[in-house]
Nanobody, 123 residues
Framework: QVQLVESGGGLVMAGGSLRLSCAAS????????MGWFRQAPGKEREFVAT???????DYADSVKGRFTISRDNTKNTLHLQMNTLKPEDTAVYYC?????????????????WGQGTQVTVSS
């Protein structure tokens, strides 16, 4: 069983930055694709970024050029560097892992999820 724990969320002003981290335990995730998703109140969960086991990356159009996903397989961690934050980035951010090597933007294709971390961007 895989456990994922996010951290790094908080309150920030528009234009600011946050760095989210996701610590994995239970097994090594170097052969898994990983992803970040977010869910705002009253909205469906949406894709933010994904990284394959080999390091291929994809982003949602809304965060391209502002967010950077990375993974450290030696520490079994996933990160999301978020710059130039906007109020519309406000959401609970979730880390996810899928038991395949290939990245995916579809949340239903992920097998393990963290509990989420709140990101609030004030205008």
């Amino acid at each position: 069983q895989v456990q994922l724990v996010e951290s790094g969320g908080g309150l920030v002003m528009a234009g600011g930055s946050l760095r989210l981290s996701c610590a994995a335990s239970g097994r090594t995730l170097s052969s898994y694709a990983m992803g970040w998703f977010r869910q705002a109140p009253g909205k469906e969960r949406e894709f933010v970024a994904t990284i394959s086991a080999s390091g291929i990356i994809d982003y949602a159009d809304s965060v391209k050029g502002r967010f950077t996903i990375s993974r450290d397989n030696t520490k079994n961690t996933l990160h999301l560097q978020m710059n130039t934050l906007k109020p519309e980035d406000t959401a609970v951010y979730y880390c996810a892992a899928r038991t395949l090597r290939w990245a995916s933007s579809r949340h239903e294709e992920y097998n393990y999820w963290g509990q989420g971390t709140q990101v609030t961007v004030s205008s």
